[in-house]
């Protein structure tokens, strides 16, 4: 990400550069709108002549305007990028908060909350053209109220009352839900029907995500190919590889809307593909990009099959230099909602049998610089004696105990921390005792 911003200092000026830095540092869900438009703008200048937020007649400023050359007349392009997610579903559907409360109430009552399930049904609302899935579950203020009234006495019984019932059931017109406890359960538990599945073609976060845009590009030229590139900010039907009949994926949808809207000429569809991911293989993450155009009926004059072509090849050698993603746009959303920076690895240590030691970088840095103390950093690592739970002494007191300096210390590279990994002496006569050198017979017995 800092290399993108690096790189487009030569393309927008220092204001427009500093807004984006800012946005990038803000926690919240522009954050990660943020990240992808400085990627695309960069990916475009890659490919050709990029301005920002360039004013059009009517005021709009559009992400960008992309001029390419075909090695006859040149193409402008004027484009957006924006993101879509399932956030307004969630919201309808607030399934997380109902998981969360109950973690919550358990611990709360001293239970463990992975003896915990619950489930919640669902269904088709609305008319056929327009409906959509919706939870059993009321508004988030409802809610609270059925919580508070209702699951929290039956938790704080379960931890009261011996003979206590073990399945609780709500059942209202708007609320239908279980929670069940099971002290042979291992792990926390929940279920609920899929209510981010598209059942409409235009009743969908992404058909609305795409007409909101068309305003934006409304008054460029009249000779310009008008682009949308839509990035996948946590919203199901972009990431989905299949579904079943009478749903509908980002694809359909993106079609769907260029048939009903001839003032844009193509959707870029851009989210991430995971792959892998079972026990022998770790989840390898990569770009996915899908380039629509109109249907050849309602197609703008100006997005002749030439141009589309052009524009299309420009577009493969732009996005040849996206970034590789590393982390899914699920995670990447509630990530980008945290302030300051994760903790990395502070608390993870290895150890080897000759006796070498691997710990963060960071946290090291951390206690270095004086943000974190030194019974904050052995407590991480379990290694404080007056904490509960400690594992025992300080691997570092170990060696330091028996006289072993510290030989070597090598950087592991690893994703947004590193390992340090020290390597020591035996034991150093320099501040420990000396040792009387055994006798060959001695030391053959």
């Known amino acids: 990400m800092q290399t993108?911003?690096?790189d487009l200092s030569e393309t927008l000026d220092p204001v427009s550069l500093q807004k984006l830095a800012d946005r990038l540092n803000r926690a919240g869900d522009g954050r990660l709108a943020a990240m992808w438009e400085l990627v695309f703008l960069r990916a475009l200048g890659h490919a050709g002549s990029v301005r920002h937020e360039m004013s059009l007649p009517d005021g709009k400023q559009p992400d960008f305007e992309w001029t390419i050359s075909t090695g006859g007349l040149p193409i402008v392009v004027w484009g957006d990028v924006t993101t879509v997610s399932d956030a307004s579903l969630d919201e309808k559907n607030p399934v997380d908060y109902l998981s969360d409360e109950i973690t919550r109430l358990a611990r709360k009552s001293g239970l463990n909350p992975n003896h915990f399930r619950y489930?919640?049904?669902g269904g088709r609302v609305g008319e056929y053209s327009k409906g959509v899935m919706r939870l059993t579950l009321p508004t988030h203020p409802e809610l609270q109220k059925i919580v508070?009234?209702?699951?929290?006495?039956?938790?704080?019984?379960?931890?009261s009352k011996p003979g206590a019932p073990k399945h609780f059931a709500c059942s209202q017109?708007?609320?239908?839900?279980t929670v069940d406890y099971d002290q042979s359960q291992m792990y926390a538990g929940g279920g609920h029907t899929s209510y981010d599945v598209a059942l409409s073609l235009t009743n969908n976060p992404i058909f609305k995500a795409l007409k909101r845009k068309t305003s934006q590009l409304g008054a460029a030229p009249a000779d310009a190919v008008r682009l949308i590139i839509l990035c996948d900010a946590d919203c199901a039907s972009m990431s989905r590889k299949h579904v079943s009949t009478g749903q509908h994926l980002s694809r359909a949808i993106a079609e769907d809307f260029l048939r009903q809207n001839s003032s844009i000429d193509l959707v870029l569809l851009s989210t991430v593909r995971s792959e892998g991911g079972d026990w022998a293989r770790r989840v390898e993450l990569s770009p996915k990009f899908d380039l629509l155009t109109a249907p050849a009926g309602p197609r703008s004059a100006r997005a002749a099959a030439s141009v589309v072509a052009a524009v299309k090849e420009a577009l493969e050698l732009a996005v040849s230099i996206v970034p590789r993603p590393?982390?899914?746009?699920?995670?990447?959303a509630r990530r980008c909602m945290e302030r300051g920076y994760s903790i990395g690895m502070r608390g993870g240590y290895m150890t080897t049998e000759t006796g070498t030691i691997k710990i963060s970088s960071r946290a090291l840095l951390q206690l270095l610089a004086g943000e974190l103390t030194s019974e904050e950093f052995l407590t991480a690592h379990g290694w404080n004696p007056a904490e509960a739970g400690s594992h025992g002494t300080s691997l570092f007191r170990q060696a330091f105990k028996s006289g072993r300096m510290i030989k070597a210390v090598k950087v592991d590279p690893a994703q947004d921390d590193d390992w340090l990994e020290f390597d020591f002496t035996a034991p150093d006569p320099a501040f420990s005792p000396f040792v009387a050198a055994q006798t060959k017979g001695k030391a053959d017995a």
């Open 148 to 159: 508070k009234t209702q699951v929290e006495p039956f938790i704080r019984a379960l931890a």
């Open 326 to 332: 590393v982390l899914e746009p699920i995670n990447a």
């Open 4 to 6: 993108c911003l690096d």
């Open 173 to 177: 017109p708007d609320a239908s839900f």
């Open 119 to 121: 489930d919640v049904r």
